[in-house]
């Protein structure tokens, strides 16, 4: 107890270091951020951060935004359910935001929007997919596609690439992102014909996965579509091999951490998912932000969240710079009005339930890494 007190202790000291600013208080315009800096998902969190950390500094570094300073001010939610209401307050009335950079995960995303949407706090967020989260209100925003696009694309993958007939589903009914995917994939892959042949659940955090990968087995599928997140697939993937389960496992942008390749390693290779972005792209603005990334953060390649983080930034403040101000009405509307922003991870148009359309990417696991292997337009 006492030591985790002190590691949390020295953890927000780092942070507040790390972000280069503590408190609000020093003139400049606030920006709150709430992200999974510590547990389950804290490579998705640090990653998310990091991208919008490399964001606010190379703004600052060109004189800020509307002649002043941004201050970022970060709070770790911990990946835990009921956490982020806390920090997301805190931010809110004690600090000032004048706008909410966060987070990756739906079912946390979930938990800020209604209190951003009442206090009128524009809210973006770098990557969860789940619909529900921009149907909370007009002042909720993302930059990323939404799960019926990427449902979508993996069922036809997994129809016209893979030619897989019958498929198998394993959800984590923890997560709301996970019971969305699993739902439009199953949409998708029905109506090109395919069969659903199994449909097994596990709660995220779960070890053991014998029992529902056994009776999936039983159903002898094509292909397994487990949209869950990276330490739970690596999990499963492990055990899926020990229980002699020999075809593809297929995911979404739950996968995407190196996390999945160091616990899964052999267990995860051969198996496709899709993302929101390849850092091996040949596009410029990716090979820019991939030598600034990796410059700032000590050779590291940024994934697909880290991408997001700093696109979700860039995003917010080039609305702020568009409304002329940082009232949140003013600054609701200029986010609402974004148009054809070239962003790291593809053109950003809002559409009129406030997300994103935009294009998404399949990657394989090869020879230990993320392998690039096609793009689809929405
Ligand atoms: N896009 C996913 C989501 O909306 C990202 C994610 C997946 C985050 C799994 C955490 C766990 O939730």
Known sequence: MHRRTLSLAAFSIFLTAFTGCGKSGGGGIVIGEFASLTGKEATFGISSHEGTLLAIETLNAAGGVLGKNIELLTEDNQSKAGETSNVVN????KDGAVAMLGEVA???????????????????????????????????????FIDPFQGTVMANFVTKTLKANKVAVFTDVKSDYSKGLAKFFKEG????????VAELDFNGGDKDFKAQLTAIKGATPDAIFVPGYYTDVALIAIQAKQLGIAVPLCGGD????????DIGKDAV?????????????????VTAFVAAYKKRFNGKVPDAMAALGYDSAMFLVDA?????????????????????YEAVTGKISINAQRDAVKSAVILQVK???FKYLETVAP
């Open 106 to 144: 739906s079912s946390r995303s979930l938990e800020a929007a209604p209190i951003c949407q009442e206090s009128g706090i524009p809210m973006v967020s770098p990557a969860s997919t789940n619909p529900k989260v921009t149907e909370v209100g007009d002042y909720i925003f993302r930059v990323c």
């Open 320 to 340: 702020i710079k568009r409304a002329g101000s940082k009232e949140s009405k003013a600054l609701r509307d200029a986010l609402a009005a974004s148009k054809d």
């Open 90 to 93: 805190k931010l809110i009335s």
């Open 189 to 196: 892959f029905v109506k090109n014909g395919g069969q659903i």
């Open 367 to 369: 020879d230990g890494k």
């Open 254 to 261: 739950g996968w995407e951490s190196q996390t999945l390749l």
């Open 269 to 285: 290779e051969g198996h496709y998912f899709s993302t929101h972005y390849a850092s091996d792209a040949a596009s410029p603005a």
